[in-house]
């Protein structure tokens, strides 16, 4: 029953990250740079954010397999039905903001402000249940792995590939109508950030409540 509820969080939490998603979408300032080059490439294929971002997901995980080959680990196979779900929630919890139109920079500003916190939420409750990786984190830890590297440099020179890749399509075939922008560096910074606080906040409590049957005492300190 544990693991099941640890599912049903892990979930939940790839839920809420579409929210903060979609919300930044919304708020016109820039969206993630992980979504900096899927939106890109949805808009130019006009196929929907959530499909493009299955598409890529899977990508993900076929280049961790072969970066690590024996390594991989069977587990991570997993990343596949996430990230269909995951695509899944994208297009749903998109379909209710469609009409939402911002008229003010500071409204633009607070969705934004918003969507990053939600997103670093969603991302704390996946994180903690330690079930596998988001795929895209995936491709990162296996890159630390294959080639002995910290994850924040790869994180960071990831994030400007994602970028880059999506500036470049948008010059290519959106003329030049990027969704890249301040809330794009905001994202890079600030994410990681508050995921570090609302873990120290909430993992203890997550963890109990997900990992230790309630009559376990051994995981009060």
Do not use: W
């Amino acid at each position: 029953m544990k693991y099941i509820l640890r599912i049903m969080i892990y979930f939940f939490g790839l839920f809420i990250i579409t929210i903060g998603i979609n919300l930044s979408i919304v708020s016109g300032l820039g969206i993630s740079p992980v979504s900096a080059f899927t939106l890109p490439i949805s808009k130019s294929l006009n196929m929907s954010l959530g499909a493009v971002t299955t598409c890529a997901y899977v990508v993900f995980v076929f280049i961790q397999y072969l970066l690590l080959k024996e390594k991989f680990k069977k587990r991570n196979i997993l990343q596949i039905p996430f990230s269909i779900a995951f695509g899944f929630f994208v297009d749903f919890t998109g379909s209710f903001m469609n009409n939402i139109e911002l008229n003010s920079y500071g409204a633009q500003f607070l969705v934004l402000i918003f969507s990053i916190i939600i997103c670093a939420v969603g991302a704390t409750l996946y994180i903690v249940m330690d079930i596998v990786p988001n795929a895209h984190e995936g491709l990162q830890l296996s890159v630390c792995e294959r080639f002995n590297l910290p994850f924040s440099k790869v994180k960071i020179a990831s994030d400007c590939i994602f970028v880059f890749i999506g500036f470049m399509i948008t010059f290519l075939f959106l003329e030049g109508n990027t969704a890249i922008r301040e809330g794009t560096i905001l994202s890079a910074l600030l994410t990681g950030k508050i995921i570090g606080v609302f873990s120290k906040k909430t993992g203890s409590m997550l963890k109990k409540i997900a990992f230790y049957d309630q009559t376990d005492t051994s995981c009060i300190r």
